[in-house]
């Protein structure tokens, strides 16, 4: 790990172990506890505290100190609680990783060239192939229409939470839904916790539409993964996942055109 990770590790494994006691599914703490911390560990915080938080929920996983505490089938995730209040809590599935055994669908490119020509391979870049390419149409058979990119806001007994972008759509009976989206790109993961914010946000926000939530991720240059939740009885479940490659139209081949005429009958 770089050495700003080490000092994160240090700073949270310490709050955990101060906190938790044998058996607990859960142990709270709150942003402040991060100063105290380091001031009594000699560690440099940085700027942004929140950054501390942010790294073990999306880029890198907690301590094994806190991860060997987790049962069988069962992984530390920090959850948000209020306005600078978390908890550590016991998640079955806490990442999201694409199946790579998964099957792909080429969809014709219609990204603009200088949107391909300067996009980068990170959440902003992906957030824009969806949009130019009609991938939340596509993926759920709803036309869509992009509402808003970074939604910002607070939501009761969560606090602030951020979603990449939120879509509003309305199908062939005229039902209208809301998607709120998250993109990963680089070496971020996706994790569960957003899906759980982006529910509790549209129950908060939009309560007069139907809530499908989405997560994508680059598998690798234009091979992008998508992926639909719904809230089950124990909690977010995948729903669907599909897998597409984004190809210049002359990539289509007729071959390619026969085998998504089959998928299309058998699924009618």
């Given amino acids: ?32 506890y991060l100063v105290r911390t380091a001031k009594k560990l000699r560690i440099k915080l940085p700027k942004n505290l929140g ?41 079955s ?19 603009p060239g200088i949107i391909t020509k300067y996009a ?20 759920t058979g709803v036309t869509c229409y992009s509402l808003q990119n970074h939604l910002r806001t607070t939501v009761p007994e969560m606090g602030q939470v951020e979603t990449d972008e939120i879509y509003v759509g309305i199908d ?3 039902a209208q839904y ?3 989206v998250q993109a990963k790109g680089g070496t971020d993961q996706l994790g569960i916790v957003q899906i759980e914010q982006d529910f509790a946000l ?14 994508a991720q680059f598998v690798e240059d234009n091979l992008i993964a998508l992926f639909s939740f719904e809230l089950g009885e124990n909690g977010v479940v995948i729903s669907d996942e599909k897998h597409y490659q984004l190809v210049p139209p002359e990539q289509m081949t007729d071959e390619d055109l026969a085998n998504y005429r089959n998928r299309a009958f058998k699924n009618a």
Avoid at 74 to 81: D, M
Avoid at 95 to 110: H, S
Avoid at 126 to 139: E, G, H, S, T, W
Avoid at 202 to 215: D, E, G, M, Q
Wanted: aromatic share 12%; glycine share 4%; with cysteine.
């Fill in 120 to 139: 980068l391979n990170d959440e902003q870049g992906l957030l824009a192939k969806l949009r130019y390419n009609r991938l939340i149409d596509i993926f």
């Fill in 1 to 32: 790990m770089a050495d700003g990770s080490n000092r994160y590790a240090k700073l949270i494994e310490n709050i955990f172990n101060k906190y938790y006691r044998e058996g607990d599914q859960e142990v709270a703490f709150e942003r402040e």
């Fill in 93 to 111: 599935m806490p990442r999201i990783i694409p199946n790579n055994l998964l099957a792909e669908t080429k969809i014709p490119d219609a990204t």
């Fill in 178 to 180: 809301v998607f709120p």
């Fill in 202 to 215: 549209c129950s908060s926000k939009f309560p007069n539409l139907i809530c499908r939530s989405i997560a």
């Fill in 51 to 91: 950054d501390v938080v942010y790294s073990f929920r999306y880029r890198v996983n907690l301590p094994e100190s806190i991860c060997k505490r987790a049962p069988e089938g069962f992984e530390w995730v920090i959850r948000p609680t209020g306005q600078a209040k978390y908890k550590f809590s016991l998640a």
């Fill in 172 to 174: 062939q009976r005229g």
